[in-house]
């Protein structure tokens, strides 16, 4: 088989290696599943584009910093690339090469016409001045321009970016062109061609994925959620607000747990005051470790990869992990949970939530329409409990996790499209 995960020294892998380590194995059993060809499997664990800038940035004190920037275009055999951009200090090449496979089997997944890519720059972006935000995303868009546009590939948030960010990008890019194209990105203001139902489209998706797995009323369920930024506070509110109870939230500054219930409208206030969840005065403080350990009915990982491990794994006791975050349980740590009878709802399922309604953004973009919020919800929600439903009956069928059987769906999608288009010349 040549979907090969290289050897690595454990102690020398980076975050983004053990990433795409994870995400290049999951794509080898699927592969395996579903019989494809060594040339075929070759293709899809390689990416089709993959672009290394340098970004420099003046400072606002005069000094100049160059940091590193990418743009992966994994696949394009179904349509346009699609996936967001992150500004993060540990995003290497590695990570955004997962992140966009990632992409291109989601899409697939839940059956809309794209491929799969992903954008990062190395970098803070808690310790930069707004100003100096503005022109690292401007020079990046700038460096990474020859990729982008609405027909060839579609930007988005990711971590530590936001629908501002969306609309430099979409100013630097209408501005080379001479004319305004809202649809080079998604997730923008509604006044620049955002749509509704954009902002909390992965929170609500996770919610759907959520109650769709439970397959029971939420009433009094108990839920962790792990990252409060846009996916993780807006799935905890969106999952309070039908009846679960949220006990324990954590950020990069802090967990906090109350077992009686946390106020989650009133956390985001918070939030929004202070920068964190650490501090808040209506519940106890949390190590960040110990959230993932706590007795509940329901995970939510939502910030980053590599949240669940072997070494964590044997002592996480929700029954259900639904993943708002790319990526975050690893393979070891997957058949652990498996065989300690744990559901998990896959992150290519779970956050697809996001790109649906990005692509509902797109779709009226280049309609110059738009559409009303319960529209967009109802397509949503069609689009994500049609794609559960497949997931659920390939897994029955196969004797598969729901992770295998999504990617069995997902990577089966694409190697067909490849068959079908056959090979240029
Ligand atoms: P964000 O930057 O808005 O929020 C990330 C959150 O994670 C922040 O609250 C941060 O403090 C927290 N965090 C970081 N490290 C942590 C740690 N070690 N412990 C606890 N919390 C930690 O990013 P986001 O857009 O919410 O993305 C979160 C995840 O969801 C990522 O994996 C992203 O790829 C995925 N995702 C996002 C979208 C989207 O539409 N934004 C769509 C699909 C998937």
Known sequence: MSVMVPSRTPALITPGQQALDSALHQLGQAAEELGLDDGLRTMLATPRRSLTVSVPVRREDGSLDVVQGFRVQHNVSRGPAKGGIRFHPSTDIHEVTALAMWMTWKCALVGIPYGGAKGGVSVDPTVLSTRELERLTRRYVNEILPLIGPEKDIPAPDVGTDEQTMAWIMDTYSVNAGYSVPGVVTGKPMTLGGSLGRTGATSRGVQIATLTALGRSPEGVTVAVQGFGKVGALAAQY???????????????????????????????????????AGYRHADALAHDELLELDVDVLVP??????????????????????????????????ILAAQGTTIVPDILANAGGVIVSYLEWVQNMQAYSWSAS?????????????????????AARGLTLRQAAHVIGVGRVAEAHQMRGLYP
């Open 302 to 335: 939502a910030a980053l990869e590599g949240a669940i491990t072997a070494s964590n794994a044997p002592r996480v006791r929700a029954r259900l992990i639904v993943e708002g975050a790319n990526g975050p349980t690893t393979p070891e740590a997957d058949e």
């Open 375 to 395: 529209e967009v919800e109802v397509r949503l929600r069609d689009l994500m409990e049609g794609a559960f439903s497949e997931v659920k009956s390939v897994a």
């Open 239 to 277: 999952l309070a607000d039908a009846g679960a109870r949220v006990v324990a939230v954590s950020d990069v500054g802090g967990a906090v747990h109350n077992s009686s219930g946390l106020d989650v409208a009133d956390l985001r206030a918070w939030v929004t005051e202070t920068g964190s969840v």
